[in-house]
C-alpha cells in the first residue's frame, strides 16, 4: 500500500459528461502529480501541485482542471468527455518539490467514456 | 523536449536467469534523474530503482541494478536470479532541471514475463 487513496476506482460514464477524480496524497507528502495512461499514449504527465500551488503543466487539454486544496488533498475534474478520454488516472504524491526522488503512486482510476 | 525511448515492447525470460531491459533517453540536460517503475497486473506502480545522473556509479537495489552510459544517454535495468513476481509492465523514466522541471517523462514501457 502506497499511502496514496484514488477514489473513484471504476467510473462509466458517457460521452459529453463531466466527472471528478479525487486523490489523497500519502501523509506529510506536499505535491501531487496526475497522469493519463491509455494504450496508445502511454504514461503522460499532465498536472502537478505543490503546497496548493501548480508548479508543473504536461499535456493536459483545455476540457480538463485540477486543484489542490488546503488539506492537500487534489482532485481532476474531466468535463465535455469524448470516447478518447478513456483511460488509467493515476495519482502521485511525494514530500518534494520536484519528482527527483520517489513517487508513491495510487492504483489509479479507470474512466470509461461510452 | 525531454524523450524516453524503451526499444523492446515485450521480453521473457526464465525464473532464476537473468534478463536486461533497455532504455534511451534524449536531453540537453546535464543534471537529471532516471528511473525504472514497475506495474504489476495489480496495475499499481512502484519504483524499482533511481539514477542520478551526476553519480558515475550505477545504482543498485538486491536483485536489480542500472548500466548508465551517461555519454550514450542509455539507461538499462538488469534483473538477476528473475522471480515469477517480477513479471509486470517495467517503465523508464527521466526527470530534469530545465524545461523538464517537476515532469517525469515515462517511456513506453516493456512487458516482462518470467516463466517458471
Known amino acids: 500500500d502506497s499511502g496514496v487513496t484514488q477514489t473513484p476506482k471504476h467510473l462509466i460514464t458517457a460521452t459529453g459528461q463531466r466527472v471528478t477524480l479525487r486523490c489523497s496524497p500519502r501523509?506529510?507528502?506536499?505535491?501531487v502529480y496526475w497522469y493519463q495512461q491509455s494504450l496508445d499514449q502511454g504514461l503522460q504527465f499532465l498536472i502537478q501541485?505543490?503546497?496548493?500551488?501548480?508548479?508543473a503543466k504536461g499535456n493536459i487539454l483545455e476540457r480538463f482542471s485540477a486543484q489542490q486544496f488546503p488539506d492537500l488533498h487534489s482532485e481532476l475534474n474531466l468535463s465535455s468527455l469524448e470516447l478518447g478520454d478513456s483511460a488509467l488516472y493515476f495519482c502521485?504524491?511525494?514530500?518534494?518539490?520536484?519528482?527527483?526522488?520517489?513517487?508513491?503512486f495510487g492504483e489509479g482510476s479507470r474512466l470509461t467514456v461510452l | 523536449a525531454q524523450t524516453v525511448t524503451q526499444s523492446q515492447p515485450e521480453m521473457s525470460v526464465q525464473e532464476a536467469e537473468t534478463v536486461t531491459l533497455s532504455c534511451t533517453y534524449d536531453?540537453?540536460?546535464?543534471?537529471?534523474?532516471l528511473f525504472w517503475y514497475k506495474q504489476p497486473p495489480s496495475r499499481q506502480m512502484i519504483l524499482v530503482i533511481r539514477?542520478?545522473?551526476?553519480?558515475?556509479q550505477n545504482a543498485t537495489e538486491n536483485r536489480f541494478s542500472v548500466n548508465f552510459q551517461k555519454a550514450a544517454k542509455s539507461f538499462s535495468l538488469k534483473i538477476s536470479d528473475s522471480q515469477l513476481g517480477d513479471t509486470a509492465m517495467y517503465f523508464c523514466?527521466?526527470?530534469?532541471?530545465?524545461?523538464?522541471?517537476?515532469?517525469?517523462?515515462f517511456g513506453q514501457g516493456t512487458i516482462l514475463t518470467v516463466h517458471p
Open positions: 536531453t540537453s540536460e546535464n543534471n537529471y534523474y
Open positions: 523514466a527521466f526527470t530534469g532541471s530545465g524545461t523538464s522541471y517537476g515532469k517525469l517523462t
Open positions: 502521485a504524491s511525494s514530500v518534494s518539490e520536484r519528482p527527483t526522488g520517489e513517487l508513491f
Open positions: 539514477q542520478e545522473a551526476y553519480k558515475q
Open positions: 501541485y505543490y503546497n496548493g500551488e501548480e508548479r
Open positions: 501523509s506529510g507528502d506536499l505535491s
